[in-house]
Protein backbone atom coordinates (compact mmCIF):
# COMPACT_ATOMS: atom_id res chain seq x y z
CA UNK A 1 0.00 0.00 0.00
CA UNK A 2 0.92 3.66 -0.62
CA UNK A 3 2.18 5.63 1.88
CA UNK A 4 2.72 8.75 0.67
CA UNK A 5 1.60 10.68 -2.36
CA UNK A 6 2.64 13.70 -4.32
CA UNK A 7 0.50 16.51 -5.11
CA UNK A 8 0.06 20.24 -6.39
CA UNK A 9 -1.72 22.66 -4.42
CA UNK A 10 -3.75 25.73 -6.19
CA UNK A 11 -0.59 27.85 -6.40
CA UNK A 12 1.45 25.26 -8.04
CA UNK A 13 3.77 24.17 -4.87
CA UNK A 14 4.47 20.28 -5.06
CA UNK A 15 4.09 18.43 -1.78
CA UNK A 16 3.78 15.07 -0.25
CA UNK A 17 0.66 13.98 1.67
CA UNK A 18 1.01 11.24 3.57
CA UNK A 19 -1.80 9.03 3.94
CA UNK A 20 -0.74 6.82 7.43
CA UNK A 21 -1.37 8.55 10.66
CA UNK A 22 1.30 10.58 11.65
CA UNK A 23 3.83 9.03 14.06
CA UNK A 24 3.99 12.34 15.80
CA UNK A 25 2.47 16.09 16.01
CA UNK A 26 5.17 18.76 16.09
CA UNK A 27 5.92 20.88 14.24
CA UNK A 28 8.64 23.56 13.55
CA UNK A 29 7.78 27.24 13.79
CA UNK A 30 7.58 28.64 10.69
CA UNK A 31 7.47 32.90 9.95
CA UNK A 32 5.77 34.43 6.39
CA UNK A 33 7.21 37.33 5.40
CA UNK A 34 5.15 39.71 3.54
CA UNK A 35 6.69 42.77 1.10
CA UNK A 36 4.73 44.61 -1.13
CA UNK A 37 5.26 46.84 -3.83
CA UNK A 38 2.90 48.63 -6.57
CA UNK A 39 3.67 45.95 -9.10
CA UNK A 40 4.86 42.76 -7.28
CA UNK A 41 4.63 41.25 -4.02
CA UNK A 42 7.26 39.34 -2.45
CA UNK A 43 5.78 36.68 0.25
CA UNK A 44 8.74 34.36 1.99
CA UNK A 45 7.89 31.15 4.23
CA UNK A 46 11.19 30.88 6.28
CA UNK A 47 12.42 28.60 8.64
CA UNK A 48 14.95 28.62 11.30
CA UNK A 49 17.54 26.44 8.72
CA UNK A 50 15.82 27.21 5.46
CA UNK A 51 13.69 29.49 2.86
CA UNK A 52 10.89 26.75 2.71
CA UNK A 53 8.86 28.87 -0.74
CA UNK A 54 9.48 32.00 -2.39
CA UNK A 55 7.31 33.43 -3.93
CA UNK A 56 7.29 37.12 -6.08
CA UNK A 57 3.57 37.73 -7.26
CA UNK A 58 2.65 39.74 -10.18
CA UNK A 59 -0.42 41.81 -8.82
CA UNK A 60 -3.54 41.90 -11.03
CA UNK A 61 -4.08 45.63 -9.87
CA UNK A 62 -1.15 47.86 -11.37
CA UNK A 63 0.38 45.18 -13.73
CA UNK A 64 1.30 47.56 -16.90
CA UNK A 65 2.66 46.13 -20.13
CA UNK A 66 6.12 47.31 -21.84
CA UNK A 67 3.88 50.19 -23.61
CA UNK A 68 3.30 53.82 -21.42
CA UNK A 69 -0.40 53.21 -21.25
CA UNK A 70 -2.03 50.38 -19.11
CA UNK A 71 -2.17 46.96 -19.61
CA UNK A 72 -6.12 45.92 -20.19
CA UNK A 73 -5.58 42.46 -18.36
CA UNK A 74 -5.11 44.87 -15.26
CA UNK A 75 -7.76 45.40 -13.05
CA UNK A 76 -6.45 49.15 -13.18
CA UNK A 77 -7.16 48.81 -16.89
CA UNK A 78 -10.32 46.75 -17.10
CA UNK A 79 -12.01 49.48 -14.62
CA UNK A 80 -10.77 52.44 -17.26
CA UNK A 81 -12.02 50.64 -19.75
CA UNK A 82 -15.71 49.92 -18.67
CA UNK A 83 -15.58 53.84 -17.61
CA UNK A 84 -15.18 54.12 -21.12
CA UNK A 85 -17.93 52.29 -22.66
CA UNK A 86 -20.56 53.08 -20.03
CA UNK A 87 -20.03 57.14 -21.00
CA UNK A 88 -20.13 56.30 -24.88
CA UNK A 89 -23.61 54.33 -24.08
CA UNK A 90 -24.91 57.31 -22.04
CA UNK A 91 -24.51 59.50 -24.99
CA UNK A 92 -25.85 57.23 -27.32
CA UNK A 93 -29.12 57.63 -25.06
CA UNK A 94 -29.05 61.02 -25.23
CA UNK A 95 -31.40 63.35 -28.06
CA UNK A 96 -29.54 66.51 -28.81
CA UNK A 97 -32.24 67.62 -30.81
CA UNK A 98 -34.35 68.69 -28.07
CA UNK A 99 -34.24 71.16 -25.64
CA UNK A 100 -31.67 70.76 -22.48
CA UNK A 101 -34.14 70.46 -20.19
CA UNK A 102 -35.50 67.78 -21.94
CA UNK A 103 -32.62 65.41 -22.77
CA UNK A 104 -32.39 62.19 -20.81
CA UNK A 105 -30.07 63.01 -18.37
CA UNK A 106 -29.86 60.94 -15.12
CA UNK A 107 -30.81 62.85 -11.80
CA UNK A 108 -27.87 63.91 -9.31
CA UNK A 109 -26.33 61.17 -7.72
CA UNK A 110 -26.52 61.07 -4.38
CA UNK A 111 -23.86 60.21 -1.59
CA UNK A 112 -23.39 56.68 -1.54
CA UNK A 113 -19.89 55.97 -1.38
CA UNK A 114 -18.48 53.56 1.35
CA UNK A 115 -15.95 54.94 3.80
CA UNK A 116 -14.11 52.04 4.05
CA UNK A 117 -14.47 50.59 0.61
CA UNK A 118 -11.03 49.47 -1.10
CA UNK A 119 -10.71 50.35 -5.09
CA UNK A 120 -11.22 47.23 -7.27
CA UNK A 121 -7.42 47.33 -7.87
CA UNK A 122 -6.51 47.46 -4.62
CA UNK A 123 -8.71 44.99 -2.90
CA UNK A 124 -7.62 42.50 -6.46
CA UNK A 125 -3.91 42.96 -4.92
CA UNK A 126 -4.68 41.95 -1.23
CA UNK A 127 -7.11 39.53 -2.16
CA UNK A 128 -4.37 37.84 -4.31
CA UNK A 129 -1.90 37.81 -1.25
CA UNK A 130 -4.42 36.48 1.21
CA UNK A 131 -5.24 33.86 -1.46
CA UNK A 132 -1.43 32.54 -1.45
CA UNK A 133 -1.29 32.34 2.38
CA UNK A 134 -4.56 30.34 3.02
CA UNK A 135 -3.58 27.54 0.31
CA UNK A 136 -0.28 27.34 1.64
CA UNK A 137 -1.79 27.24 5.34
CA UNK A 138 -3.36 24.29 4.04
CA UNK A 139 0.13 22.45 3.73
CA UNK A 140 2.59 24.94 6.08
CA UNK A 141 1.67 25.58 9.53
CA UNK A 142 2.06 29.28 9.74
CA UNK A 143 3.53 30.56 13.29
CA UNK A 144 3.58 34.17 12.34
CA UNK A 145 2.84 36.78 9.35
CA UNK A 146 5.48 39.81 9.34
CA UNK A 147 4.07 42.29 7.17
CA UNK A 148 5.79 45.19 6.31
CA UNK A 149 4.63 49.08 7.85
CA UNK A 150 5.01 51.44 5.21
CA UNK A 151 3.74 54.24 6.91
CA UNK A 152 1.96 56.81 4.90
CA UNK A 153 -0.13 58.51 7.21
CA UNK A 154 -0.99 61.51 4.82
CA UNK A 155 -3.25 63.15 7.79
CA UNK A 156 -0.04 64.28 9.77
CA UNK A 157 2.35 64.26 7.06
CA UNK A 158 0.13 66.10 4.38
CA UNK A 159 1.52 63.69 1.46
CA UNK A 160 -0.78 61.67 -0.58
CA UNK A 161 -0.90 57.81 0.56
CA UNK A 162 1.09 55.91 -2.00
CA UNK A 163 -0.41 52.64 -3.48
CA UNK A 164 1.74 50.21 -1.53
CA UNK A 165 0.19 51.32 1.66
CA UNK A 166 -3.84 51.40 0.50
CA UNK A 167 -5.10 48.17 1.87
CA UNK A 168 -2.78 47.24 4.23
CA UNK A 169 -4.90 47.39 7.57
CA UNK A 170 -7.65 45.29 5.56
CA UNK A 171 -5.02 42.81 4.57
CA UNK A 172 -3.53 42.20 8.08
CA UNK A 173 -7.37 42.06 9.49
CA UNK A 174 -8.22 39.11 6.93
CA UNK A 175 -4.74 37.52 7.41
CA UNK A 176 -5.11 37.61 11.20
CA UNK A 177 -7.66 34.62 10.70
CA UNK A 178 -4.96 32.69 9.75
CA UNK A 179 -1.65 33.59 11.94
CA UNK A 180 -0.63 36.35 14.64
CA UNK A 181 0.55 39.39 12.70
CA UNK A 182 3.56 41.50 14.00
CA UNK A 183 4.32 44.89 12.02
CA UNK A 184 7.87 45.68 10.79
CA UNK A 185 9.19 49.04 10.51
CA UNK A 186 10.20 49.52 6.78
CA UNK A 187 13.21 51.60 7.66
CA UNK A 188 14.36 48.54 9.91
CA UNK A 189 13.94 46.05 6.90
CA UNK A 190 17.72 47.63 5.25
CA UNK A 191 19.27 46.59 8.59
CA UNK A 192 18.46 43.15 8.85
CA UNK A 193 19.13 42.81 4.98
CA UNK A 194 22.46 43.75 4.89
CA UNK A 195 23.26 41.48 8.52
CA UNK A 196 21.67 38.44 6.22
CA UNK A 197 23.62 39.53 3.24
CA UNK A 198 20.61 39.57 0.77
CA UNK A 199 20.89 42.07 -2.02
CA UNK A 200 18.43 45.13 -2.86
CA UNK A 201 17.49 46.35 -6.11
CA UNK A 202 16.74 49.68 -5.68
CA UNK A 203 16.84 51.10 -9.06
CA UNK A 204 13.97 49.60 -10.89
CA UNK A 205 11.48 47.74 -8.66
CA UNK A 206 9.48 47.28 -11.68
CA UNK A 207 11.83 44.02 -12.51
CA UNK A 208 10.19 40.67 -11.70
CA UNK A 209 13.14 39.29 -10.17
CA UNK A 210 13.82 38.25 -6.14
CA UNK A 211 16.15 41.21 -5.87
CA UNK A 212 13.05 43.92 -6.06
CA UNK A 213 11.27 42.75 -2.93
CA UNK A 214 11.41 38.57 -2.53
CA UNK A 215 15.02 39.41 -0.58
CA UNK A 216 13.10 41.26 1.49
CA UNK A 217 10.31 39.03 2.42
CA UNK A 218 13.17 36.90 3.30
CA UNK A 219 14.28 39.34 5.24
CA UNK A 220 11.19 40.41 6.94
CA UNK A 221 10.66 36.55 8.10
CA UNK A 222 14.03 36.08 8.88
CA UNK A 223 13.90 38.72 11.96
CA UNK A 224 12.20 36.09 14.00
CA UNK A 225 15.48 33.98 14.29
CA UNK A 226 18.06 36.74 14.88
Same mark, same amino acid.
Given at each position: /??? &? ?19 ? &??? +? ?38 ? %? /???? +?????? /? ?14 ? #???? &?? $?? !? #????? !? ?25 ? /? ?17 ? $?? #? ?23 ? $? ?39 ? %????
Amino acid at each position: /MCK &AVGKRNKVGVFYVQILRESSG &AET +QEIVVGTDRGKAFTGIAFQSKLATIVLFHACLPGFYKSKK %T /MKDR +QSVTGK /MSKRTELRRTRRGQRI #NHKV &AF $KL !R #NHREK !RFSNRRQNKLPPSIKANREMELRILSE /MSKIIPISEVRDESCGGDS $KR #NGFGISPVTVGQEWFRTEASKLAPI $KEIDSLDTGKYRTQLGLVKDKKDKSKQTPETHANDAITLAS %TAFI
